[in-house]
């Protein structure tokens, strides 16, 4: 925990090694990047959102001398062009994204990561591309269904933090509260800049304030950012008014029950994770009996929550280990 001499720590900031750029479809292009070492074992980093973008801190829970860490920013967001678009933008493009990219870079297999929606996404890419997954690293589960999304947009959450919640439903008059996706859906892709934007900021400030133990005021600098907040907000409203892009409520935790037996895996989740609740990992944990869960007694949501650095970081050591 983070009170121990013992707890691991990010390594330490680590370069871009080689970036580039790859069209995926007639609408839209992607960011990639890889640092580390070029013989390393491959591991694929998938941000959150949907819309979030990489940042620089996802290289540094793997040794740079051990990992050929690839992570790419997925459509409509980070440096990926064109910003903030909808079109073509769904859970099965950025898997077959991810499977471009895979080739483009001769990987056979990787590690998958991801905290968050990278956990959904790392859990869709290994129920669809079993093959080529060697293991799943994850943190702050997360499997859109309606109950996480009513959760944490619409009532739940909102008990944890009343103040945060009011600045959230701030720009949805009080007739259109009773369905909040629905109303914020409707300014997130309407005509009315204004609108648009007001929605935005209030729609990733929530999240923003909600992500840490540390409470309201330790936001991470990016949700004060317009570019940023109206992609992410405009993606993740997207995906989740269309069920993650699923056959059906539930459906992923059915495939992993299904698809993931015997894949090597572990589990991060903050006991007090307010944007993701724990019974999600629970359950995969349950329908995943290989993966090891670990619940971190003094976190959120958050990825940099100390006791999470310390697992993700410490998981990311064992992998080295039984992969090399
Ligand atoms: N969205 C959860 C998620 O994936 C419901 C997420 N939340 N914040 C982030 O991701 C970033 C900090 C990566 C932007």
Not at 265 to 271: A, E, L, Q
Request: net charge neutral.
């Amino acid at each position: 925990m983070n009170t121990n001499k013992n707890c691991r720590r990010l390594y330490s900031r680590i370069e871009a090694r080689r970036t580039g750029r790859l069209r995926v479809s007639d609408v839209h292009e992607i960011y990639w990047e890889e640092s580390g070492s070029p013989d390393g074992i491959p591991v694929l980093a998938l941000h959150g959102g949907p819309g979030g973008g990489s940042s620089p801190e996802m290289r540094r829970f793997f040794n740079p001398e051990k990992y050929r860490i690839i992570l790419f920013d997925q459509r409509g967001c980070g440096r990926s062009t064109p910003h903030s678009e909808l079109r073509e933008n769904t859970t099965w493009d950025l898997v077959a994204d991810a499977e471009k990219l895979r080739e483009h870079l001769g990987v056979d297999k990787w590690v998958v990561f991801g905290g968050s929606w990278g956990s959904t996404l790392s859990l869709s890419y290994a129920v669809a591309h079993r093959d080529r997954t060697l293991g799943l690293i994850l943190r702050g589960i997360f499997l859109i269904t309606k109950s996480e999304i009513g959760w944490f947009y619409q009532e739940g959450a909102s008990r944890l933090f009343p103040d945060a919640y009011d600045r959230y439903v701030s720009p949805i008059p009080e007739d259109e509260r009773g369905d909040l996706l629905t109303a914020f859906h409707q300014r997130l892709t309407g005509d009315d800049r204004r609108a648009r934007i007001d929605a935005a900021r209030a729609w990733a400030r929530w999240e923003g304030e909600t992500l840490s133990l540390q409470g309201p005021g330790q936001r991470p600098p990016r949700f004060d950012q317009d570019a940023f907040v109206d992609a992410f907000a405009r993606i993740e409203c997207h995906y989740f008014v269309n069920g993650g892009f699923f056959e059906k409520d539930g459906w992923l935790l059915e495939q992993a029950r299904e698809k993931l037996q015997g894949l090597p895996g572990v589990i991060v989740h903050g006991r007090y994770d307010v944007v993701t609740p724990l019974s999600s990992a629970w359950a995969l944990k349950k329908a995943w009996p290989d993966a090891e869960l670990h619940i971190i007694p003094d976190a959120g949501h958050s990825s940099l929550e100390p006791g999470i650095v310390d697992k993700l970081v410490r998981a990311a050591d064992q992998f080295a280990e039984k992969f090399s």
